[in-house]
């Protein structure tokens, strides 16, 4: 089975920088992604990693390291906007579906 | 191109009552999902199709049951409501990224 863990809570201003990791547990692996939800809303895909190392969409970036079981959610440049659920998910070996963390809520101040 | 879509958006049973949580997409995707959230749990899988004409139990199946009618739908089926089953529901698909899914507005369901 697999399982991941992510803090529940990270609390940011407006224009800094914030960083949500996720450990997983998994057996096989083919990659982490992120999701982004917000309040009342479904969730939206954000990044895959498939091979470590970074990977940058705008002011999102992804970060995997297969060898640490471990990776990373970058944001930077923080909008009120980006006040939302953020969820790493994996898929395992074989056919399988994706597994999702419990989810970190990103609250952005002014 | 309305991606996915599922009705209702709100439910209120009693415990006991049977409904049907419709789902389809227009993406000719052939993977399809059901997944339910809980607060503090994320998103759990209750059941899956990897293609038209199969589907798989997920981590949390147990009081659901589930129909691949053809490639653009699948419902979610609760036939005995328990209070248990209050959750938000969210149906998914995706094509030929399996990590990237596509989801649904979501069904809030209540049972009382």
């Known amino acids: 089975g697999q399982s991941l863990e992510q803090p529940s809570e990270v609390t940011a201003v407006e224009g800094a920088i914030v960083q949500i990791n996720c450990t997983y547990q998994?057996?096989?692996?083919?990659?982490l992604s992120w999701y982004q939800q917000h309040d009342g809303g479904a969730p939206t895909f954000l990044s895959y990693?498939?091979?470590?190392g970074l990977e940058e969409t705008g002011r999102f970036s992804s970060f995997l390291s297969r060898s640490d079981s471990y990776g990373y959610l970058l944001l930077q440049e923080l909008q009120m906007k980006d006040s939302a659920s953020y969820f790493c998910?994996?898929?395992?070996?074989?056919?399988?579906?994706?597994?999702f963390g419990k989810g970190t809520m990103l609250l952005v101040s002014p | 191109n309305a991606g996915v879509t599922q009705t209702p958006k709100f439910q209120v049973l009693k415990t006991g009552q049977s409904m049907t949580l419709q789902c389809a997409q227009d993406?000719?995707?052939?993977?399809m999902y059901w997944y339910r959230q809980d607060p503090g749990m994320g998103l759990r899988l209750i059941y899956y199709?990897?293609?038209?004409?199969?589907?798989d139990k997920g981590e949390v199946p147990n009081g659901y049951n589930v129909s691949r009618l053809n490639k653009r739908e699948f419902s979610l089926r609760l036939e005995s409501a328990a209070p248990s089953q209050t959750s938000v529901y969210f149906c998914?698909?995706?094509?030929?990224?399996?990590?990237?899914?596509?989801f649904g507005s979501g069904t809030q369901l209540s049972v009382l």
């Open positions: 998994t057996s096989g692996f083919y990659g």
């Open positions: 199709s990897a293609s038209e004409g199969t589907t």
């Open positions: 998910a994996v898929r395992g070996g074989g056919y399988s579906t994706l597994t």
């Open positions: 998914a698909s995706n094509g030929q990224i399996n990590e990237k899914l596509f």
């Open positions: 990693n498939g091979l470590d």
């Open positions: 993406m000719n995707h052939n993977s």
